[in-house]
């Protein structure tokens, strides 16, 4: 059975660096056709996607958030570390990863998901 | 960037009721990458479709998907009290806005 799962603060001040991390469990972070994702969504809006990496180590990320995002994976743990820095009120959301499925260069489908996280910044 | 536009942006129908959500996308794309997903209040989102048209494993055979190009279709054939959600549709790295459906 594959499982994600998401841990980290639930609240962070403005400013502040912010470090999630995905813990997962009935696959391999080294499965050339899998890789993993974090997406979040704010309160009542739409799902954003943030960042991936894939089984190689290669990094994608959000154009808009690229500067402050970071992706990471410590294959011997089996965890997905996302850190974001200089986080604002409008970073407020649920933050969930989920594992990804590659064809080609590609990300077809997200599945599973890990329950989220909501992560508050607020002073 | 792409882009995908569904509609409408809620849905009301009943019970035992037919809904067809739409997903537009910005340019033409492979089926392979057109996937769409459930979201409940307080859930995260269960894949239902991918590859446009491939039920996920577990989804029941009232659902289904379908198109080409830039222009997809979720069908729920009769709707069941659970399938009220917003329903999102996925290209690559882009989700759509969503679609809330709700009881009539």
Redesign the interface.
């Known amino acids: 059975q594959v499982t994600l799962r998401e841990s980290g603060p639930v609240l962070v001040k403005p400013t502040e660096t912010l470090t999630l991390t995905c813990t997962v469990s009935g696959f391999s972070l080294n499965n050339p056709t899998m890789g993993v994702s974090w997406i979040r969504q704010p309160p009542g809006k739409a799902l954003e996607w943030l960042a991936h990496i894939f089984s190689n180590d290669d990094k994608s990320y959000s154009p808009s958030l690229e500067s402050r995002l970071t992706i990471a994976k410590d294959t011997s743990q089996s965890q997905v570390v996302l850190t974001m820095t200089n986080v604002d009120p409008a970073d407020t959301a649920t933050y969930y990863c989920a594992r990804t499925d590659i064809y080609g260069l590609w990300v077809t489908r997200f599945d599973p998901w890990g329950q989220g996280i909501l992560v508050t910044v607020s002073s | 960037?792409a882009v995908l536009t569904q509609s409408p942006g809620t849905l009301s129908l009943s019970p035992g009721e037919r809904a067809t959500l739409s997903c537009r996308a910005g340019q033409s794309i492979s089926t392979?990458?057109l996937?769409w997903?459930q979201q409940k209040p307080g859930q995260?989102?269960?894949?239902l479709i991918?590859?446009a048209s491939s039920r996920?494993t577990g989804i029941p055979d009232r659902f289904s998907g379908s198109g080409s190009g830039t222009d997809f279709t979720l069908t729920i054939s009769r709707l069941e009290p659970e399938d009220f959600a917003v329903y999102?549709c996925?290209q690559?790295?882009?989700?759509?806005?969503?679609t809330k459906l709700e009881i009539k």
């Open positions: 960037e392979t990458y996937a997903y995260a989102p269960r894949l991918y590859g996920a999102y996925q690559y790295y882009t989700f759509g806005q969503g």
